[in-house]
């Protein structure tokens, strides 16, 4: 991989720049107010500044700045608590690259932010991803009703995996046709523009089959997995600084909150929890640069850890607020929805522990 240091750094604090100017509170609260809201207006800013080109090579439309730099703007975005459907639709223009579909025109839009995609990988009821597909796939049409989907009612385009007669099959799907049904669903975090795809004879193209599928399927999840744990390790820190500064600022009993010993080892916890987060990224992002095949197993414990680290981050920040913590107008609120909302979109963390274990595995067993 080529020397980007500086690229990163640059992009580093652009994004900083953007979204501390673009992502305020009373801009975030206003997503919160309906069921899948989308931002567009920060997503439009982003597109702006070619952020869903960063990952992809330059030879299509890309900016050639790896995954790594996708992480650097996915970091940034967990930070401000931002929804942006940056990480689902850069991960689908991986894979649609990595298949050698350049000549694609989802590729060429989703590549200029003109449309995005999301992953329709979770099936209804089901904790982890798409163990056991219920989409259909037959006589070249999709039929099925997939999971609340993140950007689902945003998106252009659906990855979506499905059985068939021959096993497993992975679909890209045009979510503007007759044969697709959207219906916005509400959710503890509104502002990720969820709903369920409804799919009745909607047609598809066919990206792989078989044990392809599968490979495929790996793929995109883990690639998916890794920039959102870098995202959550973003949001986590922003967390852990509001804590702090709280705790200096906020004084009980004639001296500040945070020289009590509850206080310091909520944050000590916390600032523990994120170190082991960031940790397990940057080691799988590593792997992933130096095509080491563990790369996905390490994601997968990236994506364990950074779950833990956010979700215990958003709930002992609101603690150490106090009552004001749980209060609309504070900030709490709004890492606590999206920790939440992280931590299931891509399948439960027990999920993901058994892919570290090896023991997940995708089937269309019935």
């Keep these: 991989m080529s020397d980007h240091t500086d690229d990163f750094a640059m992009i580093r604090d652009q994004a900083r720049r953007y979204l501390d100017d673009a992502a305020l509170p009373e801009h975030l609260k206003e997503m919160l107010e309906e069921a899948g809201s989308f931002d567009s207006v920060l997503w439009n800013g982003a597109v702006g500044l070619g952020w869903p080109a960063a990952a992809l090579q330059e030879e299509h439309d890309g900016l050639g700045l790896g995954w790594r730099g996708l992480c650097v703007l996915a970091e ?84 979506v995996p499905a059985a068939c ?13 007759p044969g697709v049904t959207r219906s916005s669903e509400p959710a503890i975090d509104n502002s990720r523009a969820a709903a369920t795809l409804v799919f009745d004879g909607a047609a598809a ?58 206080i310091k080892s909520k944050l000590a916890d916390i600032f523990i929890r994120i170190e082991l987060a960031r940790g397990c990224a940057l080691d799988a992002l590593a792997a992933l640069e130096a095509q080491d095949p563990a790369w996905p197993s390490l994601a997968a414990a990236a994506r364990v850890a950074a779950t833990d680290a956010y979700e215990i981050a958003a709930r002992e920040t609101i603690q150490t607020h106090g009552a004001i913590g749980v209060t609309w107008e504070a900030m709490p609120h709004h890492h606590y929805r999206r920790s939440r909302a992280l931590a299931l979109e891509l399948g439960a963390a027990a999920f993901w522990r058994e892919r570290l274990l090896g023991t997940a595995a995708f089937t269309t067993a019935h």
């Design 205 to 262: 193209t066919v990206l792989a089959s078989g044990a392809p599928a599968e490979a495929a399927l790996w793929q995109v999840a883990s690639l998916a997995a890794l920039g959102t744990a870098f995202e959550q390790v973003g949001g986590a820190q922003a967390c852990l600084d509001m804590a702090r500064d709280f705790a200096l600022e906020r004084k009980a009993f004639g001296q500040q909150i945070g020289r009590f010993q509850a």
């Design 76 to 159: 940034e975005v967990g930070r401000k608590s931002a929804s942006l459907p940056l990480v689902a639709s850069a991960a689908v223009a991986q894979l649609l690259a990595g298949l050698g579909l350049a000549g694609q025109g989802s590729l060429t839009t989703l590549a200029s932010g003109e449309q995005h995609a999301c992953l329709a990988l979770c099936q209804p009821g089901a904790a982890g991803l798409a163990l056991r597909p219920r989409m259909q796939w037959h006589g070249g049409a999709i039929a099925g009703t997939t999971a609340i989907t993140p950007f689902g009612a945003s998106a252009a385009w659906a990855l």
């Design 165 to 177: 007669t021959t096993g497993l099959v992975l679909l890209l799907v045009d979510l503007s046709q």
